[in-house]
């Protein structure tokens, strides 16, 4: 219902710094959750970061300090700032959108809660 369009992914060195956008176009909810997730090699997809409607964000312990969700409504977008990669973030990364239902966080909802999803983008961190 809601398409999802990321991308920014590509290779970079430990240490270095990509940036990734998640295009909506569409439906969109009046009250939502964005979040990217990623997907390693033989790995369950995980929960990177997400964002309620309202600007609060909610980072995996991973991620803290390095990554930084942000939105541009005006632009239907939101866009992920990684700093200080490291292998381990090696990925591909996708975008997911579902609506956010009073009384509840976005933290709350897993991967199968989310309705919309992106193609996913690939990040390649080597050592």
């Known amino acids: 219902q809601v398409q999802l369009v990321e991308s920014g992914g590509g290779s970079v060195q430990s240490g270095g710094s990509l940036r990734l956008s998640c295009a909506a176009s569409?439906?969109?909810?009046?009250?939502?959750?964005m979040a990217w997730f990623r997907q390693a090699p033989g790995r369950e997809r995980q929960l990177v970061v997400g964002?309620?409607?309202?600007?609060?964000?909610s980072y995996a312990d991973s991620v803290k300090g390095r990554f930084t969700i942000s939105q541009d409504k005006a632009k239907n977008t939101v866009y992920l700032q990684m700093n200080h990669l490291k292998p381990e973030d090696t990925a591909t990364y996708y975008c997911?959108?579902?609506?956010?239902?009073?009384?509840?966080?976005?933290?709350?909802?897993?991967?199968?809660?989310?309705?919309?999803w992106g193609q996913g983008t690939q990040v390649a961190v080597s050592s």
């Open positions: 997911a959108a579902r609506d956010w239902v009073d009384g509840t966080y976005c933290e709350d909802y897993s991967v199968n809660d989310y309705k919309d």
């Open positions: 569409g439906y969109m909810y009046s009250r939502y959750c």
């Open positions: 964002i309620d409607s309202a600007g609060i964000p």
